[in-house]
């Protein structure tokens, strides 16, 4: 299950690179927390970056 989030999550960010953690949570049904720790996962593989901060943040996929 953890590969078929991570690649998910990826896919969902693609589409929208402006998503935020609280919108992930209620597509995928998990927590905030749960989106949190995937995403610290991709960014230490390298698989995503984020751009900027506060409301003008966007992430980028590699």
């Known amino acids: 299950m953890e590969k078929r989030l ?3 999550i990826l896919e969902e960010i693609e589409k929208d690179n402006k998503i935020t953690e609280k919108k992930l ?3 995928f ?3 905030e927390r749960t989106i949190r ?3 610290y ?3 230490k ?3 995503i970056v984020l751009i900027g901060l506060g409301r003008k943040r966007e992430w980028k996929v590699l």
């Open 6 to 8: 991570l690649e998910s």
């Open 25 to 27: 949570a209620q597509i």
């Open 29 to 31: 049904e998990v927590s």
């Open 37 to 39: 720790r995937y995403i």
């Open 41 to 43: 996962k991709l960014k």
């Open 45 to 47: 593989r390298e698989k």
